[in-house]
């Protein structure tokens, strides 16, 4: 079975926060899939100055080591320097994500792989999926083996970001769990307007290739009202649509499973 990786782009408070863990943890137990709550504790990367980057680092940290431990689920958050991945560590964070546009930076991989945590290192949309290994080796060199690496697309342009699913068994290769970042693969960024754009009807088709080529992990972003999200929601899957989604993705690995015995 895949896992799921899934939550909102960034914690926009508590209320709607903690209610997302809450439906997503409930659907995950329905469809037997193992789960993992995503909230970013802060957005260091925006187009504008202006844009949300969160409620507060202390607070939001906190609110992702409530939800952890009230509803016994994992959680996962980016990281974005050295300082930050012992800051988030001391939270109880599960995973530590390296940001795609920083994995090739040595000191916060080595930072995030001293804290004995769970690394995921997403893949940058700038670097080949065989050029991943060196990332790799920074972390596992630095004493810790719990790494996974996430696709989340190449840059194909100005505006527009291309999976090459080739990415996933290459990755594979490796020895580690990769994941594929569904809704983050279909942003088209740099938009003159300066907030992301994005393609969201066709997370579940990326979704279902993803699973067809045989990721390990599937990572989403979701929101109640992606309209009215702070951050992404142009490229989020609206959180009532993640029941007949994540139904539809079960069956189709456990399809292919019985074709290739």
Known sequence: MFFLMAGPCVIEGEEITRSIAERLKSLTEKHKVPFIFKASYKKANR???????????????????????????????????????AMAASYGIDVLQIPAFLCRQTELLQAAAATGKVVNIKKG?????????????????????????????????YSDLVVDFRSIPKMQRFGVPVVLDVTH?????????????????????????????????????????????????????????????????????????????
């Open 47 to 85: 187009s504008k100055l202006s844009s949300f980057t969160g409620i507060g680092d202390k607070e939001g940290l906190s609110l992702l080591r409530s939800i952890r431990e009230e509803l016994q689920i994992p959680v996962v958050t980016d990281i974005h320097s050295a300082e930050e991945a």
């Open 185 to 261: 693969s279909l942003q088209r960024p740099n938009q003159e307007s300066g907030v992301t754009g994005g393609e969201p009807e066709l997370i579940p088709y990326l979704a279902k290739a993803g699973i067809a080529v045989g990721a390990d992990g599937l990572f989403m972003e979701t929101h109640p009202n992606p309209a009215e999200a702070k951050s992404d929601g142009a490229n989020m899957l609206r959180l009532d649509l993640m029941d007949k989604l994540l139904g539809e993705l079960v069956t189709l690995r456990k399809t292919i499973v019985e074709i290739s015995k």
């Open 125 to 157: 949309q700038f670097v080949s999926p065989e050029s991943m290994r060196f990332a790799l080796q920074k972390v596992k060199e630095s004493g810790n083996e719990n790494v996974m690496l996430t696709e989340r697309g190449s840059q194909f342009g």
